[in-house]
């Protein structure tokens, strides 16, 4: 299957400050990737939808001025999370869609771990 | 209504039996089903998708799709220890976004 990479798998920072992370496909072209975040013990939930070269949609209750999405090319979407806080602390994970199988089919990267202290 | 619903488990199975998991959507006119299995602390990772209503096998898989009942399982024969996972079920809503349920913890008993 594709692959997707995450970058970083894991990182802690100062509540307030801003934490960026990459989701690339690294063997295929995506014109549509998505963000998930999930907490422990829950499922996975889609925070927002990114086209390449157009502005994100994003699902409801999820705030845009906080959690700003970029897909500045077929195979990078970068995700900002603005100011965190504690309460930000999740498992952020990203997949790319791949529809040059023929089949429709998504592709997760591994994830990460966002610590807020 | 949810629109995919799963049983949350645990869902324990003796190693070597069948593990059945089943998921419901609200959507009828979803067209695409996954299963997804992750690990704890790791991202969940592709097992099955099915188009087609009826059954579709990969090795020790069976996904089974009934579109008019709006039920969509997974079979896992001859259960092993690594099999011990949270399965997520997931449908393509509107073709636009696919749609998680809460996922199934299943322990396999040695």
């Known amino acids: 299957g594709a692959v997707v990479s995450q970058h970083p798998s894991w990182v802690i920072c100062k509540s307030g400050t801003s934490v960026k992370i990459e989701c690339r496909s690294l063997d295929f072209q995506a014109t549509t990737m998505f963000w998930y975040r999930q907490f422990p013990k829950q499922s996975l939930m889609l925070m927002a939808t990114s086209n390449e070269g157009s502005k994100a949609t994003y699902e409801q209750g999820v705030e845009k001025d906080k959690f700003l999405i970029n897909h500045a090319s077929l195979t990078l979407s970068t995700l900002t999370v603005t100011s965190a806080h504690p309460e930000d602390s999740s498992f952020y994970i990203c997949s790319a869609r791949d529809l040059a199988g023929g089949f429709d089919e998504q592709f997760f990267g591994p994830g990460t771990r966002l610590t807020v202290l | ?110």
Request: include cysteine; proline fraction near 5%; aromatic fraction near 12%.
């Open chain 2, 1 to 110: 209504q949810k629109e995919v619903e799963q049983n949350s488990g645990p869902l324990s199975v003796p190693e070597g039996a069948i593990a059945s998991l089943n998921c419901t959507y609200s959507d009828r006119g979803s067209q695409s089903f996954f299963w997804y299995r992750q690990y704890s602390g790791k991202s969940p990772e592709l097992i099955m998708f099915i188009y087609s209503n009826g059954d579709k096998e990969d090795g020790r898989f069976t996904a089974q799709l009934n579109k008019a009942s709006q039920y969509v399982s997974l079979l896992i024969r001859d259960s092993q220890p690594s099999d011990s996972a949270t399965y997520l079920c997931a449908v393509w809503v509107g073709n636009e976004k696919l749609t998680f349920g809460t996922g199934t913890r299943l322990t396999i008993i040695p």
